[in-house]
């Protein structure tokens, strides 16, 4: 599905970012790291007030490493997502990302972990994707496989997806729904279409990308499935969801994903927005609300047990 039409309130988006030059953060090496060391310094917070204010809100630990349920506090149906943020791997989770479960939680009535996954440069992707397995063991193994629902943000999208072919290559049963937001799914970035993809998007760039993805990767060569999802065989992952923008460098990803997928026979619910920028489902425009109703609805044909 591909949705053309582009709200004022979505326009003025774009048009502040530009004004403001959000784009010379991952624009420019230095930038970029003093971007790392600035977000990483703030520890872990945990959700905002709002959050904790409107819902039950339990933290507990994974390998001594946070992990965040939030709950509504009354009426809640025990449906549960395990969502994976964004962030290049190295950046913290932001406000965006919180107010997006709210929203999500009191359109639903589901309730949502979040498991503060460990970034580089400190750790690797080894470690990170042991973490995230070791996470799911905790919070989702004991639900039904036909009732679960992973979900991420650019690079917690990548995890997401890690996550489910793994699952699928131990001959384990997967996630009824993987959903994946802005995917990031291959650090490689080397597709023709993203330099001049690069020049569309206002707010990421190919050089800060290129220094998240050698920070994350270590000794492993780009090309490993862990860091690449994109490859191999896409098949038996049950049912997956892409939304993604037109101005965003990571589109190149999602299309070649869509052509995989219908290459290979793989149903994929796919949702190409006009003139959407990175994670723009996280912000407050039109264009995120009618895709939050979408993804609520994924979430409601799922019965999920509470965690």
Known sequence: MIRSK?????????????????????ADVDRFRRS?????????????????????????????????????RRGG???????????????QIQHDHWRFFGRLIDRTGCSVTVPIYPLAPDHHCPE??????RAYDEFAADVEAEDQIVMGDSAGAGIALVLTKALRDEGRPVPKETVLLSPWLDLTLSHPAQPALDER???LALTGLN????????PLPRTDPRLSPLSGDL???????????TKDVLLADARRLHTLCTEQGVPLSYHEYEGMIHAWMLASIPEAKLALEEISHLVDRSLVKSV
């Open 6 to 26: 582009t709200s004022l309130t979505a326009k003025s988006l774009l048009a502040w970012l530009c004004l403001t030059k959000r784009k010379r953060t991952y």
């Open 36 to 72: 790392i060391e600035s977000s990483q310094a703030k520890g872990d917070q945990g959700p905002i007030r709002s959050i904790r204010r409107r819902f039950d809100v339990t933290r507990s630990e994974v390998d001594g490493r946070p992990c965040y349920t939030i709950r509504p």
């Open 77 to 91: 149906v025990g449906k549960h997502v395990l969502y994976f943020h964004g962030g290049a791997y190295v950046h």
């Open 128 to 133: 990170t994707t042991a973490f995230v397995r």
């Open 201 to 203: 998007d206002p707010y």
């Open 211 to 218: 220094e998240a993805a050698r920070l994350y990767s270590g």
């Open 235 to 245: 098949s038996g992952l049950g049912a997956l969801t892409v939304y993604i923008g």
